[in-house]
C-alpha cells in the first residue's frame, strides 16, 4: 500500500521540486498534498478490494440472467415447464434426462404456481448450496468426544513427559501400540507406570544423589525400548538410564560432563537389523547432539555392566566423542541454533533429525550428523514451539507464536505450502494424522483444534474452558497412532478416545436422535425424516444417502438458550411440493423441503403439541393437545383462524382424513369422532370402551386401566364405500395393541377388533395400508412388524372359496411366513396369552367382534419402539422409524435392504426378493427370534442346515468305518485304499510322505464320587442272572421236627444250670471276650473281637448236638448293642433269631 501511495503521489508533486524548495515546499504544496493523499487512500483502497473471482462470477452471472431472459418467448414473467426444458437443452451439451428436468422444476418452483422467475432460480441454489454446505460440516467426522476423560496422579508437579513404552518381541520388526505401558515423569522425580487403559501399575521416586542435598529437576524423558529401558535427563547435565524390564526400576548407565542442560531429546532403534539405535537431544545453547549405537547381540548400550549390580556404570560424554567405546560414534554441532532448542527428532525416513527454536532466523533446522545431506533451515516469524512429521504425507507441520499452523515440504523450505489458521494463542503442540490426513493442534490457552488437510477446514474444536485438567497448562502430549488416542498431561493426565470404531460392530444409525415422524414423497422420490432434535434430513430412496438436512427447525428460548423443539406431526400438501410440520409448543411451519425455506409460519393460540395436521388445497387442519381443531387458510394470516367447538374430554393424539369431506379425531380416552370437514359438524362419535352407562371420572379411569383406551393411529380405506353400514372405513390402533375396524355410516359402530401386539404389554403406535387396501401393516412398542390379510375382512362384498384359495396360493408365494408359521400351534399360544391377560372390553361385543385377519408375515425390525411407518405401493416397500435412531428399508416379504445414512446398490424399478442379497442387521442379529431369522432368510435356514448336513456327513463316515456291513464289500477294499492315499499323501512329498503315528492314550475314565456318608456310585457292576426259586409251604413233619429241636434245646439248658454253668451261646461268647475272660484279647481290635466271637460260636455249634440251635437259645444275660434282637418269651416255636454274615 505505501508502494502505490508513493507511485501516485509522485504523480502529483515531482521530487525534485520538494528537494529544490527545500522547507518552503511543504508549506506551499501542503494543503494539495493533503488532499492528494485522501484520494490515493481511496484509491488503494479500491485496488485492495480488486477480486477478480468475483468479477468472472459476476460476468458469468450476468451472461446467465440474459440467457433466462431469452427463454421467456410468451413475455411473461418466469419460465414455463416446456420453456425450462428448451433452455437447458440449449446451455447442456448433454442429453437430459425428462424426469429429472421436471423434478428440478418443481423443486426451484417454491410457490407452485407453475412457473420459475429469476429469483426463484438464484434463491434454489443458493439455498440448497448453503443447506449442503451445512449438512456436509454437520455429517463430517469428528475426530474426538467433547468431554476428556481426566486420570488423577500423584505427580506433585508439572508431568515434562508423556512416553509409551512398548513390549518389544525379537521377531517384531515395527513398533505395537497397542501392547505396552505409558510412562510419565514430572520434575521431582516421581516416575509412574500406567497401562493402556491408564490405570496406575507402580510408582517410583528417584532418590537424591549423595553428593547433593536436594533433588534436582527432571525436564526431558525417552524410551530406550529396543533394550527396555528409559533414559531421564535432569539439571545436573547427565543422562540416567534406567532397566524397567519386568517390574524393575534400576540405574544402569549415567552420561556425564554434558556443557549445557538438557531441553529435549529423542531415540529410534532399528528393529529390522535389531543393531543400530540412534539418541539425541538438544539443550539451553542451542546445540545439538548424538550418540549412534552399533549395538552387538548380547551386550547393552555402552558394554557390559560392572560387577557389582547396584553401582551404575557412569560415562563421559568428552569420551564418547572421542571414540573410546568401540561402536559408538557421538556427535555435538553446537551453533545450531540461536535459542534453547524447543524439540528434536530423528527423522529415519530421510536420515536426518529436526531441531527448533523460538528464533526467527533459526526456526526449524533440518540436518545430518554425518554431513552426508547439506543443511537447510526454515524461517518463521518469531520461532516455533513444536513441530511433526509424517512419513506417509512426507510432510512437516508446524506451530508457533503467530497462532497460524504451517505444512512444509521437507525439501521446500522458503515457503510453507499451507496455512492453517483459527487459534488465538501461541500453538505449542502439534501432532500429524497420516492415516486420516489431519493435523491435532494445542496452543496455549488449551484450545484443541484439528484441521483436515484435504479441504483445509476445522474439524473440531475444543475449547480449553470444557478441558477439566487444573489450572496448570497441557506441559506434553502423546498420540498412539494405533488406537488413535491423544493423552494430555498437566499435574494430571486427559484421554480424548477416538471415536473411530471398528466397522464390523458399528451401528449404522439415520439420526443422532430417536426419530419421530418419517413421511414418502412419490413425485421427488425421497424420505422425509424428522427427529427430537429438531432436525429434518430428506434421504433418496433409490442409494439411501441423505440429500438435504436442515436443523432446529423449530426451536424456543429456555432459560435463556435456543433450544431445539421435538416436531410431533408432519404432512405433505396435495401437489406433495411443500412440507408442514407441527411441534410440542404449538408451532406450525410450512417449508420447500428441497431447499430447506420457511413458505410461512403460524402457531396455535395454546402452547400445546401439536398431534395432527392435514392439508387440503385451501385449508390446514391442526389439532394436539389443545382438544379441538383449528382452520388456517393457505397463505393467508393467522387471523383467519377458525376454531371448532371442542367435543373432547381428552386430549387429541391423532387425526386422519377421507376424501372428500371427513376428518376423525382419536382422543386419549379412546373417542373418535367424525367431522364434516365442510362445515365442522360431527358426523358420527364412536368409542369401543363407553356403553350406555354413563361413568364418573374415577370409574372411568379404572374401567380403562388409565391407558387401555387410547387412539394412538388412525387411517381411512380409500378405496372401500363409506356409505355401507356393513363395511368397515376407519381403522384404529393404540393402547395395549388393539386394533379395531369402524364402519361410520349411520352414526357407526364396530365390525371388528383383534389385537396386533406381540407381547400383552406393547401397544400398536402406528400403522399403513397400501393404494388398494389389501394389506394392513402394523408396528408396536417392542419393535416387531405385523403384516394382515384385510382384503376380505370387516367388508359386505365376499369373494368365493376358490378365488379365495387361489389367492393365498398367491400369497405363500410372496410371503415365506405362511409356510412356515401358518400352522403354528406356537401362534396359538400367543395370541390367547395376550387375549387372557388384555381381554377386550365388554361394551364392544367381543362375542361378535373378535376376529382375526389373516398375518402373512410377522418379524423384528428393531430393538425399540417403531415410532413411524411408511409404505411404497410401486416396489412393495417398508420404511420403518424407530426409537433406536434409525430408519430402514424393507421388502413386504422381510427382506432387509438397508438402513438410510449407509449407501446401497441402485434400487431396479421392480424389486424381487430373491434378488436382494442376504442381510441382516446386526443388532436385529443379536436379539431376534428363531421366527425373525428365518423370517429375514427369505424362510431358509442357511447355518442350521449347512451345520445338519456337515453332521450327518462326518457322522455317517464314522459309521461306515466302526461298522463293515453299511458299506459294501466290493468297495470296502479301494474305499480303504483310497482313504490311506489320502490322509498319506501330502502336497510338497507327494506318496514319499509318511503321517507320523501317534499311540493313543486310553480314555481317561471318571472319577468315583466318594464321600464319608454317601454310597459309592459305580457306573457297571458285572452281575449274574436271578435264578427262580420255589417256595413250599410248611408242612406237619417240620413243624415236628421244630418243636422237638426246640424241647432238646430246653433240656440241655435245664442240665447246665444244674451243674451251676451258664449257658453258653453266641451272647455268651461274646461276653467272654469282651470280659477278658480269655487270654490275649486284652489288644484285640473290635473287628478281630467279632471274628474270635464268631469262631468260637461256630466251633461249639460244631460240638453240639445237631438238634441244638444256639442262635434260638434265651439267655439272662444283659444285651449288648451287637446283639440285633431283643429278647423275648419263650412259645411253642421260637423264631427270634439272630442274623450274622458269615465271614469266610
Known sequence: MLTVTKTITDLFIPSTRLKSFGDRAFSVYGPRLWNNLKAVIKCSETIAQFNPEQIAANVKLARLQSIFKDADSDGESGLSMSEFKEALRRTSNKPIDEEEVEKLFMKMDANCDGTLDWEEYVSYNLLEYQEKSQMLEMLKEKPFPKEVKEIQTRHHDNIVRVIYSPHVHKRWTKLDYTNGKYVTVSKDGIVTFWSMELRLNRIHTIPIPPDRATQPWFVEMCCIYNVNMIALASTDRDIAFYDITAKKFVKRYVITGLENCITTMDYWADLESKSQSVLVWGDTEGCCCGIYFEIQRGSGLFGSLPSKQEVAKRISFAELLKGHYPNIKAFRLAGIHDDWVSKMSYIPEIGCFLSCCQSSTTSLYLGDFLKKKSPAYFKVDKGLFAFDYCPKLNIIATGGMDYIVRIWNPYVNNKCIVLLKGHTKPVVHVVLVGKKHQVVSIDKSKTIRVFDLKDQSCLQHLSGRILSLGPFPISTIFFNPGLQHLVLAT????????????????????????????????????????????????????????????????????????????????????????????????????????????????????????????????????????????????????????????????????????????????????????????????????????????????????????????????????????????????????????????????????????????????????????????????????????????????????????????????????????????????????????????????????????????????????????????????????????????????????????????????????????????????????????????????????????????????????????????????????????????????????????????????????????????????????????????????????????????????????????KGESPIGLVGHYNQVVHKSMGGTKHLTPSNRVRKVVSRHTKASVNTSPEVDDRSTPTSSPIHPLDMSSPQPTTGRNTTKLKFPVIE
Open 491 to 1058: 499435574n494430571n493426565l486427559g484421554l480424548l478416545e477416538s471415536r473411530e470404531e471398528d466397522e464390523r460392530h458399528a451401528e449404522i444409525l439415520s439420526h443422532n436422535k430417536p426419530v419421530a415422524q418419517i413421511l414418502y414423497n412419490t413425485i421427488f422420490k425421497v424420505v422425509v425424516s424428522a427427529c427430537e432434535e429438531s432436525v429434518i434430513s430428506v434421504w433418496d430412496i433409490e442409494t439411501g444417502e441423505k440429500q438435504m438436512q436442515f436443523v432446529n427447525a423449530h426451536t424456543a428460548m429456555e432459560d435463556g438458550f435456543l433450544t431445539p423443539l421435538e416436531i410431533t406431526a408432519m404432512c405433505f400438501d396435495p401437489p406433495l411440493r411443500r412440507l408442514l410440520t407441527g411441534a410440542r409448543d404449538g408451532s406450525v411451519k410450512v417449508w420447500n423441503f428441497n431447499v430447506g425455506a420457511v413458505l410461512q409460519e403460524f402457531s396455535m393460540p395454546e402452547a400445546s403439541m401439536v398431534t395432527g395436521i392435514i392439508c387440503t388445497p385451501t385449508k390446514f387442519y391442526i389439532t394436539g393437545w389443545f382438544r379441538y381443531v383449528g382452520v388456517y387458510g393457505d397463505g393467508e394470516d393467522i387471523e383467519t383462524l377458525k376454531l371448532w367447538p371442542k367435543k373432547h374430554e381428552e386430549d387429541i393424539l391423532c387425526m386422519a382424513h377421507l376424501n372428500p369431506n371427513l376428518i376423525a379425531t382419536g382422543g386419549y380416552d379412546g373417542t373418535i369422532i367424525v367431522w364434516l370437514r365442510e362445515t365442522g359438524h360431527t358426523y358420527c362419535r364412536l368409542n369401543a370402551h363407553k356403553g350406555d352407562k354413563d361413568y364418573t371420572r374415577k370409574e372411568y379411569d379404572n374401567l380403562t386401566k388409565n391407558y387401555e383406551a387410547a387412539i394412538e393411529k388412525m387411517l381411512f380405506l380409500e378405496t372401500r364405500n363409506y356409505a355401507d353400514k356393513d363395511t368397515a372405513v376407519l381403522v384404529a390402533s393404540g393402547a395395549e395393541g388393539w386394533v379395531r375396524f369402524w364402519s361410520v355410516a349411520q352414526g357407526g359402530r364396530l365390525l371388528g377388533q383383534f389385537n396386533a401386539a406381540h407381547k400383552p404389554d406393547s401397544s400398536v403406535n402406528t400403522m399403513v395400508v397400501d393404494s388398494e387396501n389389501r394389506y394392513l401393516i402394523t408396528a408396536d412398542t417392542m419393535g416387531v412388524v405385523k403384516v394382515w390379510d384385510i382384503f376380505n375382512y370387516c367388508i359386505r362384498r365376499r369373494i368365493t372359496d376358490d378365488a379365495s384359495f387361489s389367492r393365498f396360493k398367491k400369497l405363500t408365494k410372496t410371503f415365506p411366513y405362511l409356510k412356515q408359521f401358518s400352522l403354528d400351534d406356537t401362534l396359538n399360544d400367543e395370541k390367547s396369552e395376550v387375549l387372557l391377560k388384555r381381554p377386550p372390553p365388554v361394551s364392544s361385543n367381543p362375542d361378535e367382534t373378535l376376529k382375526e385377519p389373516l398375518i402373512l408375515n410377522s418379524f423384528r425390525a428393531h430393538t425399540k419402539a417403531i415410532r413411524d411407518l411408511e409404505y411404497i405401493n410401486d416396489r412393495q416397500l417398508i420404511i420403518t422409524a424407530s426409537a433406536d435412531c434409525a430408519i430402514r428399508l424393507w421388502t413386504v416379504c422381510g427382506k432387509y435392504i438397508g438402513t438410510f445414512g449407509e449407501r446401497w446398490k441402485q434400487l431396479p424399478k421392480m424389486i424381487k426378493a430373491s434378488a436382494i442379497k442376504r442381510t441382516i442387521p446386526k443388532d436385529i442379529r443379536r436379539c431376534g427370534s428363531a421366527k425373525t431369522m428365518r423370517v429375514l432368510n427369505g424362510g431358509k435356514i442357511p447355518y442350521w442346515s449347512k451345520a445338519m448336513a456337515t453332521v450327518k456327513q462326518r457322522g455317517f463316515a464314522r459309521l461306515k468305518a466302526q461298522f463293515d456291513y453299511l458299506q459294501d464289500k466290493d468297495d470296502l477294499g479301494s474305499l480303504v485304499m483310497k482313504a490311506k492315499e489320502e490322509e498319506e499323501t501330502s502336497n510338497i512329498l507327494g506318496k514319499a510322505y509318511q503321517r507320523q503315528v501317534r499311540h493313543k492314550m486310553p480314555p481317561i475314565l471318571p472319577k468315583i464320587l466318594e464321600t464319608p456318608n454317601s454310597i459309592a456310585v459305580y457306573h457297571t457292576l458285572p452281575f449274574a442272572d436271578l435264578c427262580p426259586i420255589d417256595i413250599t409251604q410248611a408242612t406237619a413233619h417240620l413243624d415236628e421236627a421244630s418243636q422237638k429241636r426246640c424241647m432238646a434245646s430246653m433240656k440241655d439248658s435245664h442240665k447246665r444250670d444244674k
